[in-house]
DNA sequence: GTGGCTGCAAATGATTTGCAGCTCT
DNA sequence: AGAGCTGCAAATCATTTGCAGCCAC
């Protein structure tokens, strides 16, 4: 973990941004709930915990500043707030996710499940791909095990 | 356009709804404008132009009526807005997106690319889909003809 | 001592909600 | 007269911004 700040660190300060404490506890927030897809306002009351003083604003900074430098990926589910994710180092593209519609649980796929269909794209569309977004939507394995449960009750 | 109308006055009335003027007012902006991706506001001041007397709030509740039906999804591409687009009827899932970075279009892939993957998916992490949300980010063919054209001057 | 960075409070912008009035039966 | 629907204004919620102070080099 202590590498991977230091990767981050070193990534800032090729951009000329400094790795201040404020920074620093709030990717060491994001390093602790990697699997999470936690929000700007989750992750401020996390960080809050170690580090009282910080403010919002600050926060939000900081998420916009790790988006930037490709630290993280500002995603949306569709309610109202973004979340923040971290990239897998040295991951070429984003990873997927599965969003449950019964539970909300929210599972990732670090495969990458999107080359053939890219190659399609790129191809047939004539477009150049940076970067893409695939979620799924539906049921997860422990919801479908819950329901089967249920109904043989 | 009337048989489509038509068929979103019975699903409404399948749900108890009712077409008011107000709502079909707003359907009838969306069709014609099938092609874009719309904001509430776009469709607002849309909507306005045909009958002035109506409210953001009506067409905020129209939108999120239209999306319970499923006549409509809601898609948000990463900036602040969500943006509201018509499925194509009968279509067993969401198409995708196309969005370029440079010029900012969003183009439709109507084709469902995600089979395979789909089938994938449901086995490998035993997860029932329902839908999915897939956006691409890049260059469009526009674009990279432009950048082309410019660099060789 | 200057520029980057911060916290706070205020501003913004999208969306939602409360409510009184309207419409159609 | 009742239920559903509307317009308006006010409220809400996430996010951004202005600004004065602070800190490190």
Request: hydrophobic share 35%; proline share 1%.
């Amino acid at each position: 973990m202590e590498g991977r700040i230091d990767r981050i660190k070193k990534q800032l300060h090729s951009a000329s941004y400094k790795l201040t404490p404020q920074r620093e506890a709030t990717v060491r927030v994001l390093l602790e709930h990697e699997e999470d897809h936690l929000s700007a306002e989750d992750v401020y009351l996390l960080v809050k915990d170690k580090s009282p003083e910080i403010g919002l604003a600050t926060v939000y900074r900081t998420l916009e500043l790790l988006t930037e430098l490709k630290v993280v990926d500002k995603i949306n589910f569709g309610d109202g707030v973004s979340r923040y994710d971290l990239r897998q180092e040295g991951a070429a593209h984003f990873h997927h996710h599965l969003v449950c519609i019964e539970c909300g649980a929210v599972d990732e796929i670090q495969d990458d499940l999107l080359g053939d269909v890219e190659k399609v794209v790129e191809k047939d569309w004539n477009f150049k791909i940076k970067d893409h977004r695939l979620t799924f939507h539906g049921i997860c394995w422990r919801c479908q095990e819950k329901d089967s449960d249920e109904s043989s009750e």
